[in-house]
Each structure stands twice: as structure tokens, then as C-alpha cells.
Nanobody
Framework: QVQLVESGGGLVQAGGSLRLSCAAS????????MGWYRQAPGKQRELVAT???????NYADSAKGRFTIARDNAKNTVYLQMNSLIPEDTAVYYC???????????????WGQGTQVTVSS
């Protein structure tokens, strides 16, 4: 089995910062792309940022200049540093990863359980 466990969400005032972490564990052979998505109430899940195993990053326009995605390949962990938070950033944030399990061929797509981020005005 493979698990993605997120941490670091919470309540913060507008202008504040939060750092999300997501650790992949289990029977892992390798991890390809990792990323963060979010879903606000009544809205579809949307991309926040992704990062490849070599460190190339991609950001949604709403995240550019405020959020930074990073990863530690040795720990199979991805981070999202969020600065200058605004109320519109309020959502459940989900970790996503492409993982090849041991003894398997090919990569599967895995999701974390989500962590709530609430930004008050």
C-alpha cells in the first residue's frame, strides 16, 4: 500500500503564511511528479503547483509569486510554502503524486486525504 499524509493546514489571518507538507510512504519504488491541488466549497478541484522529480516547477497563476513548491526526494516529501495568503486561498488542499510501487510496472496516481486551510480577513 501507498499513503500520502498531509500536514500543516490551519487558520491564518490574511497576509500570513503557512507551510504544508506531504509525505509518501509504503511500498514505493520511485516517485515521479508531485503536486498540490485545492478545492474550495462549491468549486472544482484546481491545480496549485507541481514539481517533477528533477525539480522543475509549475504554478497556477493564482499561486505565482506567493507560493513555493519544493520536495525532498530522499524523504518522498513535497512542501508548499504559502505566503501573503488571502481569503480566496481558503480551501482543502490535497497532495498528489505519481508513484511506482515495488514489484509493479508503471506509475499510479495517488491523493492525500486533504488538509484545511482557512484564511480570515
Amino acid at each position: 500500500q501507498v499513503q500520502l499524509v498531509e500536514s500543516g493546514g490551519g487558520l491564518v489571518q490574511a497576509g500570513g503564511s503557512l507551510r504544508l507538507s506531504c509525505a509518501a510512504s509504503g511500498s514505493i519504488f520511485s516517485v515521479n511528479d508531485m503536486g498540490w491541488y485545492r478545492q474550495a466549497p462549491g468549486k472544482q478541484r484546481e491545480l496549485v503547483a507541481t514539481i517533477t522529480s528533477s525539480g522543475s516547477t509549475n504554478y497556477a497563476d493564482s499561486a505565482k509569486g506567493r507560493f513555493t513548491i519544493a520536495r525532498d526526494n530522499a524523504k518522498n516529501t513535497v512542501y508548499l510554502q504559502m505566503n501573503s495568503l488571502i481569503p480566496e486561498d481558503t480551501a482543502v488542499y490535497y497532495c498528489n503524486a505519481e508513484i511506482r510501487r515495488r514489484f509493479n510496472i508503471g506509475y499510479g496516481n495517488y491523493w492525500g486525504q486533504g488538509t484545511q486551510v482557512t484564511v480570515s480577513s
